[in-house]
């Protein structure tokens, strides 16, 4: 059906109607602003839940239970469908939103462009209707006056009274006026035919084609509040899978929720490997009535094991320090390197805690170590790239630090020997303790980059009685500090890899080697830790050089 067919009379209302379609377009763009509004909104509050929710620095130990994981990664999950509301606010804001605007400015501007053009034709159209008008006007003006010259000059014909010469004047006016009503009939007639094809080309050709324009814009108006409904549906759309991933997230949180786990890990946390207290002996007061009060006390004092007076005391014991306590040092202050405070079960997982912490950051180190040593082969074999002596301060640093982390490893591993009732049978290991205690250095450490400190009376000929590195002592070290049998001095290593010295090296110790620059050498024992390795040179000769000092390749396996 066609607006110009349909409503030619009703140019007013279709203007209107075109109108309030542009307002419902702005109504809509202000919804989605607001809808937008409150989405940001609800991802922002979303947003702030989490984080106030998010396990502190001092909660982490509470965290490891199953049940809290499983509270953090709803949290998680809450957070990432945060995420989502956000992706809705920003989809309707850049897509359908700016759709709207940009079909609201088009509207605009095509409405007035026709309603310009449909007023155009209207004022033509009463322009050739006023114009009709007057030319009837005068027609029937000038009908009238020939009408009443007519009747003049009948009376004036027809009285005797009046002379041949004023009849004759009267008829002359009659002809004139006669004249004057043909010529005005037909302007009027030519009038009347101009606005009758003007009005036909008005209402059934011009106005049609204006009223189809002002139809199809607004059926595209239409259609776009269409697709942008259909747009507003697709974002939510799009978001309901990953929003079926966070509930589905949060359901599996709920399901690795492990009560027996749980119930261990409480277990292991608390336990102290106190043994539980036997029954306590009968005290017959009638025969330590002789005992003094002091012995009394003393008596009954003992009569509880520690196990007992920490539980009745609720294990907690109150210090005061300093003026009303207000100075005291905290708990971490009394806390002890070694963990010894704590009971066995607590410090053994203290110090296992520590020494995993430690052997991280150890192989990090050694990662970047590699990255380096790697990166100056590259300037050495291409020097345009840059200087490889540029890297030598950062892996002297390196190697210092290596050995820093290497000597803490071994001390706190020792702490957890002896937590686990074994003892370490290495002479050199102890001497390294006594060297790392008394903080002493010698010259020769600062000459070059990683040079382990100096060993005492832990380097000797292989052919002799005495101890054969530096924590090799009297024999192979197993993975948990024990030595598991005596080493032959007498007894051939095998060789197993080869390596290049990457700086010179003075042997200034007893039982290590020199060595030049680049000189190739075949590795006998590997690093223990201790950060030398037993080499053996071309000329038959071995000994212990430092590790940081040459780049390795063990059988089997690429290391640095």
Not at 141 to 169: C, G, H, M, P
Not at 279 to 307: A, I, R, Y
Not at 552 to 558: F, L, N, S, T
Request: glycine fraction near 6%; aromatic fraction near 6%; hydrophobic fraction near 30%.
């Amino acid at each position: 059906m066609s607006w110009g067919s349909e409503l030619w009379d009703q140019y007013d209302n279709v203007g209107v109607h075109t109108q309030k379609g542009i307002d419902f377009c702005e109504k809509f763009t202000h919804f989605l602003k607001e809808r937008s509004a409150v989405e940001q909104e609800y991802a922002r509050n979303l947003k702030k839940l989490v984080k106030s929710y998010q396990p502190k620095k001092k909660e982490e130990d509470e965290y490891q239970f199953t049940w809290a994981r499983a509270f953090v990664d709803m949290v998680k999950e809450i957070h990432d469908l945060a995420g989502q509301h956000e992706v809705i606010a920003e989809n309707l804001q850049s897509t359908v939103s700016r759709d709207l605007q940009t079909l609201i400015a088009e509207l605009k501007h095509e409405r007035k462009q026709h309603l310009q053009e449909g007023a155009k034709l209207q004022d033509q159209l009463t322009k050739s209707a006023q114009s009709l008008d007057k030319a009837k006007n005068k027609y029937e003006k000038a009908f009238k006056d020939a009408e009443k010259s007519l009747d003049n000059y009948r009376k004036a014909d027809a009285d005797i009274n009046l002379s041949r010469a004023e009849v004759e004047k009267h008829r002359l006016v009659m002809n004139q006026k006669s004249n004057t009503c043909e010529d005005c009939k037909s302007e009027y007639a030519s009038v009347l035919q101009q606005f009758n094809t003007t009005q036909q080309e008005h209402f059934f050709t011009l106005m049609p084609q204006v009223f189809q324009h002002l139809q199809e814009m607004e059926e595209k108006r239409v259609v776009k509040v269409q697709e942008c409904i259909l747009q507003c549906a697709e974002i939510e759309k799009n978001v309901i899978p990953i929003i079926n991933t966070c509930i589905e997230g949060m359901a599996k949180a709920a399901n690795s929720v492990d009560p027996a786990q749980d119930s261990k890990l409480v277990i292991d946390r608390h336990k102290s490997g106190f043994p539980i207290p036997t029954d306590l002996p009968f005290e017959d007061l009638s025969v330590m009535s002789g005992s003094t009060d002091n012995q009394n006390n003393t008596s009954k004092s003992q009569t509880l094991p520690p196990t007992v007076k920490n539980t009745i005391s609720g294990g907690k014991s109150k210090k005061r320090g300093g003026i009303f306590g207000l100075f005291g040092s905290s708990k971490v202050d009394d806390q002890k390197e070694d963990f010894s405070d704590l009971p066995p079960n607590q410090r053994r997982r203290k110090l296992q805690q520590k020494i995993d912490a430690i052997k991280k950051e150890l192989a990090k180190e050694q990662a970047e170590r590699e990255g380096m040593l790697k990166l100056k082969d590259v300037y050495a074999n291409n020097p345009a790239l840059g200087d490889p002596n540029m890297l030598d301060k950062k892996v002297e640093e390196n190697a210092q630090k290596l050995d820093a982390i290497r000597q803490e490893l071994q001390k706190f591993e020792g702490y957890l020997a002896e937590c686990e009732g074994k003892r370490r049978h290495s002479a050199s290991g102890d001497s390294i303790h006594s060297s790392d205690s008394s903080g002493q250095q010698h010259p020769h450490q600062v000459s070059a980059p990683g040079t382990p400190q100096q060993q005492h009376n832990v380097y000797a000929d292989d052919d002799s009685d005495s101890e054969k590195g530096p924590i090799d002592g009297e024999g192979e070290e197993d993975g948990d500090g024990e030595f598991d049998g005596e080493v032959d001095g007498d007894s051939e290593f095998a060789v197993i890899g080869t390596c290049r010295a990457l700086y010179p090296f003075e042997a200034t110790n007893e039982g290590s080697v020199a060595m030049s620059e680049n000189e190739e050498m075949q590795i006998l024992e590997e690093d223990q830790g201790d950060g030398w390795t037993r080499v053996r040179k071309s000329d038959g000769g071995e000994g212990f050089v430092p590790s940081s000092y040459i780049q390795c390749h063990y059988y089997g396996q690429d290391q640095v």
